[in-house]
């Protein structure tokens, strides 16, 4: 299942001009990275490969892998292509898809806080694509990426292992292509930072950020998960600051049409849709603590729900 739902998205970006097989020569742009990543490979138990419940964004091989980074890019512009069919190109279909969201971010905190956006993080930033997005949005703010590790896949692993990063991968195709930037002169703003950290336990200080983003990841993750990242999204925000969370919405009729075979091949990459789709995300978002909570359609396929800390009240954690 998980071959065929990999084709899915292969034919699809060959269909619309994107060359997934070239692309994965960034692997031999990466070479020199090689090191680095054997070293990162030791924070990832060998249970990883036994179980499907660990895959992370664009993982469609079914094990954590070094091609599954190099595989990242192309596979999301496959997703934008199918979320946006009549899209004449990539780039006009990204700027529905990434340029809705991020107006609706902007258009948010703008009318829901006072405060000057000079902090903003992204939680789980695959190989950066989001995280440029906000960067290029908040030309002037410090973007901090924290990688994609919940506490709540401890438990499918073996005793004693204090957490699961599935970023090294991710973070250094990321890091390469903000090198490649940087080397350009291409950039009109602050480099970003990246950073291996815990989604669910930070270790940033309280009231930190001015925004927090959350980029296609909790459908990647239980209830418990979802609400231990809205918990620390909470903490870590400044009292007036900003949780923009994007991700499939259950109200698209796209997406509730599918035809059973699509969904279940979506399943066998995506194994907390349930979960998920079964989650009243606003409703937890509220018990975190958030207010002013509102939820919006971006796309035809995805939403964009945004919450805010409370300026009085905040109780220190």
């Not at 070094?66 to 997703?79: G, H, K, L, P």
């Not at 990688?147 to 699961?164: E, I, M, T, Y």
């Not at 909470?234 to 509730?256: C, E, F, H, M, V």
């Not at 699509?262 to 998920?276: G, H, V």
């Amino acid at each position: 299942m998980q071959f065929a739902g990999r084709q899915v998205f292969l034919r699809t970006a060959e269909k619309k001009g994107i060359p997934w097989r070239s692309k994965s020569l960034i692997r031999k742009k990466l070479e020199q990275r090689r090191s680095w990543l054997r070293t990162s490979r030791s924070c990832i138990p060998s249970i990883i490969s036994r179980s499907s419940m660990l895959i992370p964004k664009a993982t469609f091989a079914g094990r954590i892998m070094y091609q599954a980074a190099s595989e990242a890019e192309v596979a999301t512009m496959s997703m934008v292509r199918r979320t946006l069919p009549a899209a004449e190109t990539t780039e006009e279909a990204l700027e529905v898809l990434r340029g809705n969201w991020i107006r609706a971010l902007e258009s948010y905190h703008s009318q829901n806080s006072v405060l000057p956006v000079s902090q903003v993080l992204d939680v789980g930033c695959s190989v950066g694509l989001s995280t440029i997005y906000l960067a290029e949005a908040f030309p002037s703010a410090q973007v901090t990426v924290c990688s994609f590790l919940v506490d709540s896949f401890r438990s499918l692993a073996n005793d004693g292992f204090q957490g699961l990063d599935l970023s090294p991968y991710f973070l250094a195709v990321a890091q390469h292509k903000e090198k490649q930037r940087i080397a350009d002169g291409k950039l009109q703003r602050n480099p970003i930072r990246w950073r291996h950290a815990n989604g669910e336990h930070t270790g940033f200080p309280s009231c930190t950020f001015d925004i927090v983003s959350i980029a296609y990841v909790i459908h990647e993750c239980a209830v418990h998960a979802t609400k231990g990242l809205l918990k620390e999204a909470y903490r870590i925000l400044k009292p007036g600051g900003t949780i923009a969370i994007t991700d499939n919405s259950p109200k698209s009729k796209i997406l509730q049409s599918l035809p059973p075979v699509l969904f279940t091949l979506q399943k066998s990459t995506e194994p907390w849709l349930d979960d998920y789709y079964g989650l009243d995300l606003e409703e937890a978002m509220r018990e975190a603590g958030f207010i002013c909570v509102c939820s919006r359609l971006t796309n035809p396929r995805h939403r964009t729900v945004n919450g805010t800390v409370p300026l009085a009240g905040k109780a220190e954690v």
